[in-house]
């Protein structure tokens, strides 16, 4: 299996299927793509149907988007149980994990990952101020306390146990430390949200990502 994917110090889609993917425990190779020139492009559009990454191949077939490796992987590795195992915490870990898949573009677009804008390392960036981010914010706040307070007992992760939306929401957590976003104001009162980010920039999957990513940009 060879998964691409796009530059680690900011591809954030990039890191939510490669989370998965180590999750897994599969065997698999990485194969880095870029985007920043026309001709990165025009190699990445040979590469990938959509342009796009991350994309995975195997067994002489490609699968891209990142919500399809991520359902691609819980099907093929059910013991690993990247869902919640619970039917109710399965549904709405696929409804926050769906809802972060195809919205929050306040929070995309005025929080960018980007050249200069990475999501690891000590870089940080002057907290932006936006009506759309703001709706967004408060809206994943209030998700990542939801979940935690309903299903989180069994563990620090939104659903206790790591699972698929948590490799969604790390990206989250990336831009909330990179930009110095301060939860309270959102309606983290007790920490909750920060806790929840906290523990996925400390897990052991994404420190490797990160270390990667700061390694390779030197």
Known sequence: MELLIGPQLYSTWSLRGWLVMKATGADFSVRHGRYDTEADRAELRALSPSGFVPLLRVD??????????AEWAA????????WPVDLVARAQARSVTAEMHSGFVGLRTVC???????MVGDAR???PSDPALDRDLGR???LVRQMRQRFGAGGPFLFGDWSIADAF????AARVRHYQ??????????GVGRA?????????????WERQALAGSR
């Open 140 to 142: 994943i706040v209030g």
């Open 112 to 118: 960018t990952m980007g050249e200069g804008h990475p």
């Open 125 to 127: 960036s002057e907290t």
């Open 75 to 82: 099907e093929h590795y059910p013991h690993k149980a990247l």
């Open 169 to 172: 929401y790390t990206p989250v």
């Open 60 to 69: 002489g077939e490609i699968i891209w988007d990142t919500l399809a490796i």
């Open 181 to 190: 976003i301060a939860l309270d104001s959102y309606g983290d009162s007790d």
């Open 196 to 208: 929840y980010f906290d523990t996925l920039l400390a897990h052991t999957d994404f420190r490797e």
